[in-house]
C-alpha cells in the first residue's frame, strides 16, 4: 500500500522529511478495523510529532489521526462494525497513522460518520471535536443548564477546537458565549458560529 511517512525526526525543509513509500498491507486481529482511508486532515500534533519522535530501529513512521474511510476487513473480537461501514475517528499515537490506503484502528474509538457530512468535513473534526468536549463536559465539568447570565470566555474562538467550542456551547447549554477573534471576517465567522459577544484579542 501506498503511505506518506518518515524515518527521521526533524524539519520539514529536510528532503526526508516525508516520503511516498510502499508498506505492507496490515491484517486486522483482535478489535481492529482495517480501514480504507478516503480523507484525512492535518493537526498540530502532526507537526510536533515529525519534528521531534523518531522511528525506533530506523522504521517508517506515517502520521496522521483524524480519518474517514470503508472497512474493509475486521478482527475476530470486532462487533460495532461491518464490512463496507463509512466510519470516522482519531487514531492512536501509539499506532501507524492515516497518511496511507490503508490503516488499522481500534473499533472502540471509531463511530460511524454522519450522513449529513461530507468526506472532507468529516475527517476535519474527530480531534477537535473530541477535544471542545472533553474540554468543556469532562474537565471543566460546563453545565448544561447553568444559572442565568453565566458567562464562558472562549479564547482563540476561529480555530480548530475554539470554533467546535462555540457551537458546542451554544447547541447544549444556555451560556452566555464571549470568543475572540481579531480578522473582521474571523470575528463575523465566530458571531455565524453562535458567540454572543466577539473581543479582538489583540
Known amino acids: 500500500m501506498k503511505a506518506v511517512a518518515y524515518q527521521k525526526a526533524g524539519p520539514i525543509t529536510s ?9 505492507n498491507a496490515p491484517i486486522a486481529e483482535g478489535h481492529d478495523l482495517l480501514v480504507r482511508v478516503q480523507a484525512v486532515s492535518v493537526n498540530p ?11 525506533k530501529n530506523n522504521q517508517w513512521k506515517t502520521l496522521g489521526w483524524d ?10 473480537k470486532v ?26 484502528v481500534d473499533e472502540r474509538i471509531v463511530g460511524h460518520k454522519p450522513k449529513t ?5 468529516a475527517a476535519a473534526l474527530p480531534l477537535t471535536a473530541i477535544t471542545a468536549w ?21 479564547i482563540g ?10 457551537q458546542l456551547l451554544k447547541q447544549l447549554t444556555n451560556l452566555t458565549i464571549i ?11 465566530v458571531k455565524q458560529l453562535g458567540a454572543d459577544y466577539v473581543l479582538d484579542h489583540r
Open 15 to 23: 528532503p526526508e522529511a516525508l516520503v511516498d513509500i510502499e508498506l
Open 45 to 55: 500534533v502532526d507537526t510536533k510529532i515529525r519534528k521531534n519522535v523518531s522511528p
Open 67 to 76: 480519518a474517514v474511510g470503508v472497512v474493509e476487513a475486521i478482527g475476530d
Open 79 to 104: 462487533t460495532q462494525f461491518k464490512i463496507g461501514d463509512i466510519v470516522w475517528y482519531e487514531g492512536a499515537l501509539n499506532r501507524q497513522g492515516s497518511n496511507s490506503e490503508l490503516q488499522l
Open 117 to 121: 457530512l461530507e468526506l472532507t468535513e
Open 134 to 154: 472533553e474540554m468543556l463536559f469532562d474537565r471543566l465539568q460546563v453545565p448544561k443548564k447553568a444559572p442565568e447570565s453565566t458567562t464562558i470566555l472562549v
Open 157 to 166: 474562538g476561529a480555530g480548530g477546537v475554539g470554533s467546535i467550542t462555540i
Open 179 to 189: 470568543a475572540t477573534a481579531s480578522r473582521a471576517e474571523t470575528q463575523d465567522w
